[in-house]
């Protein structure tokens, strides 16, 4: 019968200790858009992070891989994030497989290689799908709200204060090209 018990105790309590790290935030999160109503967990040490965390922030959200042609993007984000964190920009990292098979690493590979060699200090995620039939909730709005799937990695989403997508940049477009930092000027002067 005790045995019976502690059973159903450590099933309970591993219940409990499994919910926290569901997926979406709370419908309804006060003061959150739905788009940012998610959480993900952080690529460093695997800690669930509400993205409500970023709302009334201007947010860049790129998927990013360490074997790519585009890799040394990492770079230039992070100088994009040095240069308007303090006005308000936040870059968010997704690191995917998808693309090429050109992020094969464990999330501490991942996480190791943006520390030693672009020494990135950005907010980056644990490694999930960003395209095809199930990618993470937060790239399937993003999909959803522009009708753009990221193409290869290190695509970019211009998310707006109030947690509206404002646009959507191609892999190509580097982080200091006029056309995404002009925009991010614009939306870091406005208001809530």
Known sequence: MIGNITRHLLALLLLVFSMQFAVAAPPG?????PLLSH??????DETPQNLCQYQGKVLLVVNTASFCGFTSQ???LEKLYAKYKDRGLVVLGFPSNDFGQQEPGSNKEIADFCKNTYDVKFPMFA??????????????????KTGTT??????KYLIDRNGNVVDSYGSMTKPSSSSLTGEIEKLLGEKI
Request: hydrophobic share 35%; aromatic share 16%; glycine share 8%.
């Open 127 to 144: 490694k999930s799908l960003v395209s095809g039939s199930n990618p993470n909730p937060l790239f399937k709005m993003l999909i959803a």
């Open 29 to 33: 999160t006060p003061g959150c858009s």
């Open 150 to 155: 990221p193409k290869w990695n290190f695509y």
């Open 39 to 44: 959480t993900f967990l952080r690529l460093q």
């Open 74 to 76: 990492y770079e230039g």
